[in-house]
């Protein structure tokens, strides 16, 4: 079964650090190109950053209100993405989904996993 | 916030057709497909529509797609209680060079 598992989220002050990570399973991660989407609380979807293959560069993207505090990566060998967000904000309080392209939808997001939640908060 | 806009809310009876609506730019909509997601409550999106108009293993043809220009719609027919939901358009902004989601509609069936 294809499958995304986050875990290792929770609640941390504002200025703290956390990090978190995302298992895949059935399908073949090394090739796929993953992402991470947030929701804030009653708010809607933001794309928060991807990481490409490592065959394509293995390269990161970041979106505006994470760039340069936020490291995604990723461990081939144990088929996990990270999240390692640092210098948090109140605003980054959400629900982080890690997501992928699996079948050959043009990129677009069609394994999505169960969501993790993180409060920053003092 | 989103570049990409989407009316709040849409609603319909049982059976009616609802259109969602979603506008963007050149950047985003205008040099890029649309892709569709469908949110039901408490739960991790699921991608509805993906190159303006496929629609993925699983999803019934009662829902479309399209794309012209810098604009976008989703359209449900034969509207379900279960189809009572979020929806989000999203694509790839060049100028952003990011992915970005529509604003969302919560879709109501009366």
């Known amino acids: 079964e294809v499958q995304l598992v986050e875990s290792g989220g929770g609640l941390v002050k504002p200025g703290g650090s956390l990090r978190f990570s995302c298992a895949a399973s059935?399908?073949?991660?090394?090739?796929?190109?993953m992402s991470w989407v947030r929701q804030a609380p009653g708010k809607g979807l933001e794309w928060v950053g991807r990481i490409k293959s490592k065959t394509d560069g293995g390269t990161t993207d970041y979106a505006a209100p994470v760039k340069g505090r936020f490291i995604i990566s990723r461990d081939d060998s144990k088929n996990t993405l990270y999240l390692q967000m640092n210098s948090l904000k109140t605003e980054d309080t959400a629900v982080y989904y890690c997501?992928?392209?699996?079948?050959?939808?043009?990129?677009?997001?069609?394994?999505w996993g169960q969501g993790t939640m993180v409060a920053v908060s003092s | 916030q989103s570049v990409l806009t989407q009316p709040p809310s849409a609603s319909g009876t049982p059976g009616q057709r609802v259109t969602i609506s979603c506008s963007g730019s050149?950047?985003?909509?205008?040099?890029?497909?649309v892709n569709w997601y469908q949110q039901l409550p408490g739960t991790a999106p699921k991608l509805l529509i993906y190159n303006n108009n496929q629609r993925p293993s699983g999803v019934p043809d009662r829902f479309s797609g399209s794309k012209s220009g810098t604009s976008a719609s989703l359209a449900i027919s034969g509207l379900q209680s279960e189809n009572e939901a979020d929806y989000y358009c999203?694509?790839?902004?060049?100028?952003?060079?990011?992915?970005?989601f529509g604003t969302g509609t919560k879709v109501t069936v009366l």
């Open positions: 999203a694509a790839w902004d060049d100028s952003l060079n990011g992915y970005v």
């Open positions: 059935g399908f073949t991660f090394s090739n796929a190109w």
């Open positions: 050149s950047s985003n909509l205008g040099s890029n497909t």
């Open positions: 997501t992928t392209a699996v079948s050959a939808t043009g990129g677009a997001f069609d394994i």
